[in-house]
């Protein structure tokens, strides 16, 4: 079956920092690809996405390339602030019946002033 | 605007006491889905509904039911809440089933087992 692996964290940066979560998946087919950002308190808000091998998403300064070649889809972004606190959660759907989402466990990131 | 709304935020219920937690949509999509959430873990999903077609997880325990009256309204059902049933329920909705569906979730129900 599909599945997602996230590290763990939990990932503490201080501001202004580089930010990779690495996320690797095991599908079939070519599955459609998402990250997910969980505020405190609050439910699941979409990040980006992408459909297809070398796509790129990218939102409010993030990013992440479907790279089928590796089965992964890292998250990045440049310059992380406080407000950029959070879990990011990664996540697959497709190429079984329906939408399903499959998730990853979710990584905490604390961005410190 | 709020497209996904869940109420109460907050539920308290007693231990083996009935409880329903509500869903609604503004977005007029035709699937709507129920997650159970605990401790900043994966969100799993126990069911969801294609229209007015019921679709339950496997491992969905019995305790839990679901009732679709119209494409705007959804209702998580816990009949016997026991205290490993306390967590945050999220409900999301997609308009199809395609793969590349957005799913949208709403703010969540914290549900308490005392």
């Known amino acids: 079956g599909n599945s997602v692996t996230q590290m763990e964290g939990p990932v503490t940066l201080s501001e202004e920092a580089f930010l990779t979560i690495n996320c690797t998946y095991t599908?079939?087919?070519?599955?459609?690809l998402f990250w997910y950002v969980q505020y405190p308190g609050e439910g699941l808000q979409l990040l980006l996405k992408?459909?297809?091998?070398?796509d790129k998403g990218s939102n409010k300064g993030f990013e992440a390339t479907y790279r089928k070649e590796t089965t992964s889809f890292h998250l990045e972004k440049g310059s992380v602030q406080v407000s950029d606190s959070a879990v990011y959660f990664c996540?697959?759907?497709?190429?079984?019946?329906?939408?399903?989402?499959?998730f990853g466990g979710g990584t905490r990131l604390m961005v410190k002033p | 605007d709020a497209m996904v709304i869940q109420n109460p935020r907050y539920q308290v219920t007693q231990f083996g006491k009935p409880v329903t937690l509500s869903c609604s949509q503004t977005?007029?999509?035709?699937?709507m889905y129920w997650y159970q959430q605990k401790s900043s873990q994966a969100p799993k999903l126990l069911f969801h509904?294609?229209?007015?077609?019921?679709?339950n997880e496997a491992d969905t325990p019995d305790n839990f039911q679901s009732r679709r009256p119209n494409t705007s309204f959804c209702f998580l059902d816990i009949r016997s809440p026991g205290l490993g049933d306390a967590a945050m329920y999220l409900c999301?909705?997609?308009?199809?089933?395609?793969?590349?569906?957005?799913?949208?979730f709403g703010q969540g129900t914290r549900l308490t087992v005392v």
């Open positions: 992408a459909t297809k091998a070398d």
């Open positions: 999301a909705t997609s308009r199809d089933k395609g793969m590349n569906t957005e799913a949208f």
């Open positions: 977005l007029n999509h035709n699937v």
């Open positions: 509904y294609y229209d007015k077609d019921f679709n």
């Open positions: 599908a079939t087919g070519y599955p459609s």
């Open positions: 996540a697959l759907s497709g190429t079984n019946a329906g939408n399903m989402l499959t």
